[in-house]
């Protein structure tokens, strides 16, 4: 690498491929400015997971406020083991702020992590995104948003485009000035266009100003 492209943001070749796909795109590019994505690659699988249980379906403020309480269950440690998880009391998970179903599928989660049905992260290196998908969809209370989640944040996969998540969705209809949200599978559609830098097209789109006709511009 030469120092001139030392200083080049990370996501500067994926930004400027999204701003040639549109005037839309490319005004939204210019309004957020350079991505600054931050993946936590040194999770593993099965706490990037419990983590995202932790959000799903709440505001950020909250799922802050679970995992730190849930963290204060073992003092001193960066994050409670699977073992620790497994043994955990349901009254203790639930004053953490867990649901009934929450501490299920936490549970179900680091039992899966040591019977090998989550992979450890550099057994999951080598596998592609569809598989694991596949694998750990399998158990109860995670669909593919949450495996979305790790593979974007965790697993640091370039090409990912979370469909099924109301943003990501909400966002694109702003961006174009739908009088709807798309279907799932027609964004997926519409995201191929994106590839294969979809990781940060979702990063941008969750960035769209709500009020999009005040912000961007109307494509003529």
């Not at 944040?153 to 949200?181: H, M, N, T």
Request: proline share 6%.
């Amino acid at each position: 690498m030469t120092p001139a492209m030392s200083h080049k943001p990370r996501y500067a070749q994926a930004a400027e491929f999204l701003r040639n796909v549109d005037e839309d795109w490319a005004c939204l590019v210019d309004l957020v400015g350079p991505c600054t994505h931050d993946p936590k690659a040194a999770r593993e699988p099965y706490e990037a997971l419990v983590r995202a249980i932790a959000y799903q379906q709440l505001t950020a403020k909250a799922g802050d406020a679970i995992i730190a309480r849930l963290k204060a269950l073992r003092p001193g440690s960066s994050f409670p083991t699977l073992e620790q998880i497994i043994v955990a009391e349901f009254d203790a998970l639930r004053a953490c702020g867990f649901s009934g179903s929450k501490i299920a599928t936490i549970k179900a989660i680091s039992e899966g992590s040591l019977s090998g049905l989550v992979p450890s992260r550099a057994a999951a290196a080598g596998m592609d995104d569809e598989d694991l998908i596949r694998r750990i969809t399998a158990i109860k209370g995670i669909g593919r948003w949450t495996v979305g989640m790790l593979l974007m944040y965790s697993l640091e996969r370039p090409d990912i485009l979370p469909v099924d998540d109301f943003g990501v969705r909400e966002s694109y209809r702003l961006l174009k000035g739908l009088g709807e949200q798309l279907k799932p599978r027609d964004l997926r559609e519409i995201g191929k266009a994106w590839s294969p830098y979809r990781t940060v097209a979702s990063w941008y789109l969750w960035r769209v100003p709500r009020e999009r006709g005040r912000v961007l511009p109307q494509s003529s």
